[in-house]
């Protein structure tokens, strides 16, 4: 399966960007899909992720009620909806997918196996 990142860009402190990352190969709904982010100097740090299935979602503690990910299984995409967003929030953010990924390693980057190529989100304050 390929990932494509798409929607980062600049915005100002408090606005709101979408994220999308489009799956090839299969079928999304086969994937836990996962959003990443990593600030320079920093260590890759777990965002958001959809369970295969659309079964449940989940969320870092630092973006929790700010951001939501949803699906959309017909169009093979996983959007990432940033809402209220901090300087802290900049970052190049990846989305990541696996198949057979348990829900206690969800957070974890090394458990997955296909990687998007990333999009830089800035934000100014």
């Known amino acids: 399966v390929q990932l494509q990142a798409s929607g980062g860009g600049l915005v100002q402190a408090g606005g709101s960007l979408r994220l999308s990352c489009l799956t090839s190969?299969?079928?999304?709904?086969?994937?836990?899909v996962s959003w990443f982010r990593q600030a320079p100097e920093k260590e890759r740090e777990f965002v958001a992720a959809s369970r295969r299935g659309g079964t449940s979602t989940h969320y870092g503690d630092a973006v929790k009620g700010r951001f939501t990910i949803s699906r959309d299984n017909a169009k093979n995409t996983v959007y990432l909806q940033m809402n209220s967003l901090k300087p802290e929030d900049t970052a190049v953010y990846y989305c990541?997918?696996?198949?057979?990924?348990?829900?206690?390693?969800?957070?974890?980057?090394?458990?997955?196996?296909?990687w998007g190529q990333g999009t830089l989100v800035t934000v100014s304050s």
């Open positions: 190969g299969r079928t999304s709904s086969s994937y836990t």
């Open positions: 990541a997918a696996d198949a057979g990924i348990i829900l206690s390693s969800i957070r974890i980057p090394r458990y997955y196996d296909y």
